[in-house]
């Protein structure tokens, strides 16, 4: 019984000190770190957190703990709705959580929050939520016992009275920075505006200027005292006058304009460009009676746009071009790569072959690289959004992964998924792919995992490495092209995987974010949009053909490279593929209208010197076959303009540099048209 009352005496003690402690104290973070420390002691706990509520994001954020280690930190550094944890379920249900036993928590069952509880020795958990008087969430309590716990009644009501005490002085120290906040912003609002270079003018909704700061007398060289009563019209154009008078109509509606780029006049007739945003001006009523206008002079702004636009299209331009012929000697050596893989099947001479294979992957996938990010820069790339199952992603993934963890001694784990999600799956594939291989090649040891978790109406897909990390001080730097790590260069790469995984996540619209403890890994997360419809998940794709597996028909093909037009010959030869393959269409011509030649199938290059281009030379090579021949058009050229004029004639497209088996893939399948 005494032991008890000391008990209750101490609780009480500490709750006297700790509420006069957060009435002097006015850091919010202290404050937090003051709650969770009197958490943990009134619960008699071994180990708690403390969360803030986001409520734009629905979800709880750490921000204080005592006794978690650093992997448990990262892994519940954000907690939603759908989180198997006792604050996760707190947040569901908007009150108070108890497990006694994680290991009977039907909540919790095979949830990944378990495995994390088992691994740092988590066996029992609670969670209050930390209420305003107002009813609004602020943030949660939480604490956590390393054996099967029950937390008592007095030790509840105990940590009920911290928590109302804590709620009400977060909630008025945060009242009172807002205040002081608003206080300063008045202050140097006024500063602001009188020193800002950008024109700041002020008007009544009959277009009378009522404001003028320096800006706008540096802007349009009249001064405030010339400038104040005067209609805003002295500085706008007579054939934009009509601008004044729309932009009056929306001021009066409540309407805000943005960035309006225009022309005005300046006092000694002069014409600049300008950026123009106008919102409306309350008074204390709010009703509406005038305007505010910001003006920026853009004229050097947008003669630098056109000169950088200009050199945009010329870089563009000369990287289609030259992708077509740095393609070239890649095809060239990779048909032959593959015709030497069938004369050495194994021994010494055939590692030397899969050496080569390998370089040429790394020098195709170099090329690729620099090609997906100047299309990325120049605005071609357009998503295809659609609603699709993961484990269309996740399965290619896999198989195309194994090797290369393989090699490198690592284990891959896959978590399958079923969940529908709304995105582009051509570019978000690109995104985990980039993810994976860097991930790979970061990792000495250990494993990577890829998986997926809800997050209310958003799937987080999530890429997780055991591997090296990343310094804190570098991750702002590591989505930027070329950027790499202290040791980036030994591990190989081109600094363009993460680029290009945010360039792409900008154009998504997918939130992307890493988290990183050094000598322990990292993990990358994308968040997309989930699907609202039922995707039957697709059936698995059907193997490739076998090598011996040749064409029944034959070819006819025009390739105008020397190199190219050998190595083709070779690699289709070996396949036991009757083709016929010429330098121009006037010699695919000659043998069909003069020799009989009858091809089931044609095959073309797109660019061809001294002849029409492949979808022409096709056209005629159909006339003088008066057929419809099924056609493959080769091309080194990635511009979606010209893919897409190709397609649009009913015609297989094919980029270089492609492998043998790519070829024979797309000549089988358009020969299946013309049986």
């Not at 060289?221 to 109509?249: C, F, K, M, N």
């Not at 070819?555 to 020397?562: M, R």
Request: overall charge neutral; proline content about 4%.
């Amino acid at each position: 019984m005494l032991h008890e009352l000391n008990g209750k005496v101490d609780a009480s003690l500490r709750l006297q000190e700790i509420s006069t402690l957060l009435i002097q104290e006015g850091n919010l973070d202290v404050l937090y770190e003051r709650v969770l420390d009197a958490a943990v002691y009134l619960m008699r706990a071994d180990v708690g957190s403390m969360q803030k509520y986001d409520p734009e994001r629905n979800e709880l954020r750490l921000l204080a703990s005592r006794g978690f280690p650093a992997e448990a930190i990262a892994f519940w550094d954000r907690v939603n709705r759908d989180s198997g944890t006792s604050c996760g379920m707190a947040l569901s249900v908007g009150h108070r959580v108890v497990v006694p036993d994680v290991e009977c928590a039907d909540f919790m069952a095979g949830s990944a929050d378990l495995k994390v509880a088992r691994q740092v020795g988590l066996r029992a958990m609670h969670s209050t939520p930390l209420i305003s008087r107002s009813g609004r969430l602020l943030g949660m309590i939480s604490t956590h016992w390393q054996k099967p716990h029950s937390p008592a009644e007095d030790e509840l009501r105990a940590l009920d009275v911290l928590a109302r005490q804590a709620a009400d002085l977060i909630e008025r120290v945060q009242v009172e920075t807002t205040l002081r906040q608003s206080e300063q912003r008045l202050r140097w609002i006024g500063s602001v505006v009188e020193s800002s270079d950008d024109a700041i003018i002020s008007k009544n909704l009959n277009g009378i200027i009522t404001s003028w700061n320096r800006g706008a007398e540096r802007l349009f060289s009249y001064t405030a005292e010339e400038a104040i009563g005067q209609p805003v019209t002295i500085i706008i154009p007579q054939d934009r006058l009509d601008e004044e008078r729309e932009i009056l109509a929306r001021i009066r509606r409540g309407e805000r304009i943005d960035h309006f780029e225009t022309v005005r006049q300046r006092k000694h007739g002069g014409l600049v460009s300008i950026s123009l945003t106008v919102s409306p001006v309350k008074n204390a009523e709010g009703r509406i009676v005038g305007a505010s206008k910001v003006a920026r002079d853009i004229t050097e702004q947008k003669l630098a746009w056109k000169t950088a636009e200009m050199a945009d299209r010329a870089k563009s331009s000369f990287l289609a071009a030259a992708s077509h012929d740095l393609r070239q000697p890649l095809q060239t050596l990779k048909l032959l790569h593959a015709a030497l893989e069938l004369h050495h099947p194994s021994g010494e001479a055939r590692n030397l072959v899969t050496e080569i294979g390998r370089s040429l992957d790394t020098m195709t996938s170099i090329l690729s690289s620099l090609l997906d990010v100047n299309r990325l820069e120049s605005g071609n790339l357009r998503p295809f959004v659609s609603e699709f199952s993961l484990s269309e992603i996740f399965g290619s993934l896999a198989a195309d992964f194994a090797a290369p963890v393989l090699e490198r001694g690592l284990r891959l784990c896959i978590v399958r998924s079923e969940l529908i999600i709304r995105s582009d799956r051509h570019m978000l594939a690109e995104m985990i792919r980039n993810l994976l291989s860097n991930a790979i090649r970061y990792t000495d040891k250990g494993q990577i995992l890829l998986g997926c978790r809800r997050a209310g109406d958003d799937v987080r897909i999530e890429v997780w490495d055991s591997g090296v990390g990343i310094a804190q001080d570098e991750l702002p730097r590591i989505f930027q092209e070329y950027y790499q790590g202290t040791d980036g260069v030994e591990r190989g790469g081109f600094g363009l995987g993460l680029a290009i995984v945010k360039r792409l996540g900008d154009i998504l619209d997918h939130r992307i974010e890493v988290r990183s403890i050094p000598g322990k890994g990292t993990r990358f997360l994308i968040e997309v949009p989930r699907g609202r419809s039922s995707v039957k998940a697709p059936d698995a794709a059907p193997p490739l053909h076998p090598h011996n597996n040749a064409l029944r028909g034959s070819v006819l093909a025009i390739e105008d490279e020397a190199s190219v037009r050998s190595a083709l010959r070779k690699s289709l030869k070996t396949r036991g593929v009757d083709a016929t393959i010429v330098a121009t269409a006037t010699e695919a011509l000659t043998l069909i209208r003069e020799q009989g030649l009858r091809p089931d199938v044609l095959l073309c290059d797109f660019n061809l010197r001294g002849s029409p281009n492949g979808v022409e030379s096709i056209r005629q090579l159909r006339a003088a076959l008066c057929q419809n021949v099924p056609a493959v058009v080769m091309t080194g050229d990635i511009r979606s303009q010209t893919v897409d004029s190709i397609s649009a004639q009913g015609i297989s497209v094919l980029i270089k540099p492609f492998s043998t088996e790519e070829l024979l893939e797309a000549l089988r399948g358009q020969e299946k048209q013309s049986l």
